[in-house]
């Protein structure tokens, strides 16, 4: 059980109160189970993600993409690091993401502290990617304004030219590890009485705290 701070009897409560889905003692292993779940029931990726940010003035902005690991203390997902989520999550160092499953009626919320991820793990993901994908983040200058599709293609064909049948990853191009300080997880209940569980922890070597939030 994670250190709450809660004493003998408050914990055997509280893992009481959150059985079935909701049982265990690691936010990630729970995690990982539901992804595995919504794998098997969602129709399109099940492993999107609506991620949140804020640029330099505050204003918050959202994206769908896609997760790509959950580690065992971490989320990771890729990007071009020109893109605007990027800059954004490299200007702050923080971020937050929703993933929701109609298919399983839940979602797991977080926010936390990120950090890229640019070595070895970062260059064996690109290297599983299809060759048109990893082509594709050579010459997509992302977020930036494009003068047309046809001049999209031409830049492909340009690149897929110059770097032949197995690019490198670009230099521009890698990870981002979210280790978050706290995570929601959210299940449908009748009557919009939903089941909430927050893990709350102050710093990243720290206990988590459990709640159960109203709906």
Same mark, same amino acid.
């Not at 003998?8 to 109160?17: K, Y």
């Not at 079935?20 to 098997?40: C, K, M, N, Q, V």
């Not at 298919?103 to 502290?113: A, C, E, N, P």
């Not at 720290?206 to 709640?211: A, K, L, N, Q, T």
């Given at each position: 059980?994670?250190? =709450?701070?809660?004493?003998?009897?408050?914990?055997?409560?509280?893992? $009481?109160?959150?059985?079935?889905? /909701? $049982?265990?003692?690691?936010?990630?292993?729970?995690?990982?189970?539901?992804?595995?779940?919504?794998?098997?029931?969602?129709? @399109?990726?099940?492993? $999107?993600? #609506?991620?949140?940010? %804020?640029?330099?003035?505050?204003?918050?902005?959202?994206?769908?993409?896609?997760? +790509?690991?959950?580690?065992?203390?971490?989320?990771?997902?890729? =990007? @071009?690091?020109?893109?605007? +989520?990027?800059?954004? %999550?490299?200007?702050?160092?923080?971020?937050? /993401?929703?993933?929701?499953?109609?298919?399983?009626?839940?979602?797991?919320?977080?926010?936390?502290? %990120?950090?890229?991820?640019?070595?070895?793990?970062?260059?064996?993901?690109?290297?599983?990617?299809?060759?048109?994908?990893?082509?594709?983040?050579?010459?997509?200058?992302?977020?930036?304004?494009?003068?047309?599709? $046809? #001049?999209?293609?031409?830049? %492909?064909?340009?690149? =897929? #030219?110059? +770097?032949? *049948?197995?690019?490198?990853? *670009? *230099?521009?191009?890698?990870?981002?590890?979210?280790?978050?300080?706290?995570?929601? /997880?959210?299940?449908?209940?009748? /009557?919009?009485?939903?089941?909430?569980?927050?893990?709350?922890? @102050?710093?990243?070597?720290?206990?988590?705290?459990?709640?159960?939030?109203?709906?």
């Amino acid at each position: 059980m994670a250190d =709450t701070g809660a004493t003998a009897g408050e914990v055997l409560r509280d893992a $009481a109160d959150r059985g079935g889905i /909701f $049982a265990g003692s690691d936010p990630f292993t729970i995690a990982r189970a539901w992804l595995a779940e919504a794998e098997a029931s969602e129709p @399109n990726d099940p492993n $999107a993600i #609506a991620l949140a940010t %804020v640029d330099a003035d505050g204003l918050p902005n959202v994206r769908m993409v896609l997760l +790509k690991e959950i580690e065992a203390d971490a989320f990771v997902f890729y =990007t @071009n690091y020109g893109s605007a +989520k990027a800059q954004e %999550v490299d200007g702050a160092g923080k971020a937050a /993401f929703v993933m929701h499953w109609k298919s399983l009626r839940r979602q797991i919320r977080v926010r936390g502290l %990120v950090e890229r991820e640019e070595g070895p793990q970062a260059d064996a993901y690109y290297a599983s990617r299809s060759l048109k994908s990893r082509l594709g983040a050579w010459a997509s200058d992302q977020s930036k304004p494009l003068a047309s599709r $046809a #001049a999209l293609m031409a830049d %492909v064909a340009r690149i =897929t #030219a110059l +770097k032949g *049948p197995s690019p490198p990853r *670009p *230099p521009f191009w890698g990870g981002y590890r979210i280790r978050p300080l706290e995570l929601e /997880f959210w299940a449908d209940g009748a /009557f919009r009485l939903h089941d909430r569980f927050r893990w709350r922890r @102050n710093g990243l070597a720290d206990g988590w705290e459990i709640s159960r939030l109203n709906p």
